[in-house]
């Protein structure tokens, strides 16, 4: 019996040490990842890199300049489109998607926040880049912006939700229509949220490469044009990673260190504003 | 639904109907309009990639799921060794993950204290947010030499009689792409595990600890009650490892074949259109693509739309981290 105590004990604190290691484990494998790309990124990153234009293989000096300003395009492209439909189809499922109707469509919406982005980028592809009859940064932008919408709306639904009732009866008790209380009270209350929502989607898609290989593609030279191709930092990414030169192996590694930078300083941003909104 | 928001929604329905305010109506028209844009793509993609594979699919029929050739120059296509490698990578991922995920949210909800579990699972969330071409620039430079140098060889000493670890491994093949794969799920699986356990009663884990279980027992049954919303993390972790495309297009060799050996390179669908759409020279090889794409969509919906209802049960319809 005493044994049997021992034992039944013996396995609870090794379970509890197990889950502990697992979270360890998890930690270290994120920190690893990160310290490399600091480490190895650092090697190739100075200013030069960040305004100079891409060179040919050989030639010292190149950078990233077009890569940065085309990822900028690309998101704004994006936000442009993806934010407004977000937040108005968020706010319907907020303030009359309570019935069935409300849940199937938040069931496809849901869904379509588990759809590959390469199937977006193929979808795209069909929808604009085959009737415009050439790639560009605006096919590109839409491609974001479909996998952009689902995670706004879903997000600025939960964030006006948490807006309290009193709040709309108080607006309805003062004679407001109901589309001024949604919009001026409602949603103003929940802006907070609605934005730190649209940031996390914005440091989403800022990550994604898959929509943009059949969109976007890649322009080696500086571009603003929307209905041409437009380079973007992941995909220089994944292009230097594949080449056989050490020298773009490097570039890559930098241009990985400045694209991680740039969404981790979104996330961890919208970490420490949420905290002290909430506590 | 609390007895507030009810009482609320029958004063705005009763200022929409009995005032008839058309700026009401039009707001309420609108908003549903974008609502519907959003969720109308989901069926728009299937319409557009349906009319785009009829190539490929008047020519092959349903045989091309189990076709194993892949031949763009005798326009001969099937999608078995790709299907076969979306499955097996992703496989090996759920093999590595689950137990760390659920690990790590038995220990976020049931052990660590509030300051430790909130930055901890912060943290796990950021595994997230790192670019799939990210996990694959490290795959490719740092985990596959690391794994063909060092832990490869040591499996193949112990179990190398097994077909599953036979030949020589160069580091890009299904193996490595299940390993990087197991990273990037883990968040996903965590977060959502971690919802469901925090969702269901306390009660009976607590009676439990009353009537003299260890912490493990009562542990142990708040996951028994949660089972079913672990069971829809996992299958959602699955949906996002199944589509994954660009890490797993950078680590698993891209050579379709169908080969015993985890070791071996392998394709999967994603990757398959990743690098073959744009130089599809001919319309049938566009279509094989697409055709596999439509695979890919109906597979990721089947498997979202199942764990979507599962957690939902568990988290009784609020939808508590099951976007995340």
Redo the contacts between chains.
Sequence with gaps: MHNYLKR??I???S??L??????V???C??LL??G??ALTGARALNIGFLVNMPKPIGEPGGGIANAIVGTLILISIASVIGL???I??????A????NRFGT????????????????????A???MVRPMGHFSALAGGVSLA?IM???V???TEEMIRLVP??M??AA?ALGA???R???GVVLRAAAGGVATGAMLAI??I?????PL??TA?SYNFMSTDLNQPIASL?YQ??YY??SPYEEW?AM??AA?LV??TM??AI?ISV?ILTRQRYQ | MSPASANTRRLSSFFLKRRGRLADQLFKLITLLFALAIAGLVVLMIVEMARDSTLSFDKFGPSFIWREVWDPVREQFGALPFIYGSAVSSIIGLIIAVPVSIGVAVFLVEHAPRSLSTPISFLVQLLAAIPSVVYGLWGIFVLAPLLRDTVYPRIQSAFGFLPLFKGKPNGLGLMTAGIILSIMIMPIVTAVATDVMRAVSRTQPEAALALGATKWEATWIVIQNARSGITGAVILGLGRAIGETMAVTMVIGNRPQISASLFDPSYTIASAIANEFTEATTETYRHALVEMGLILFVITFVINAFARLLVWGVTRGEAKGAHA
């Design positions: 039944r004990k396995l609870s604190s379970m509890t197990i889950t502990g290691l697992f979270s484990f998890a930690i494998a994120l990842i990160l490399y790309i407004p439909v977000g108005l189809g968020g706010l319907y499922l303030e009359f998607g309570s199937v469509l938040r069931f496809l919406i849901d869904t379509l926040t588990g759809v590959p982005s390469i199937i977006v980028g193929v979808f592809w069909t929808v479909i919408m689902p995670i709306a879903r997000t009732q009193s709309r009866e309805l229509p109901v589309w209380m949604s919009l440091a989403r800022a990550g994604e490469t898959a290989l059949f593609l992941t990414i994944y990673a594949q192996h890559a590694w990985t694209l991680v969404i981790l996330n970490k």
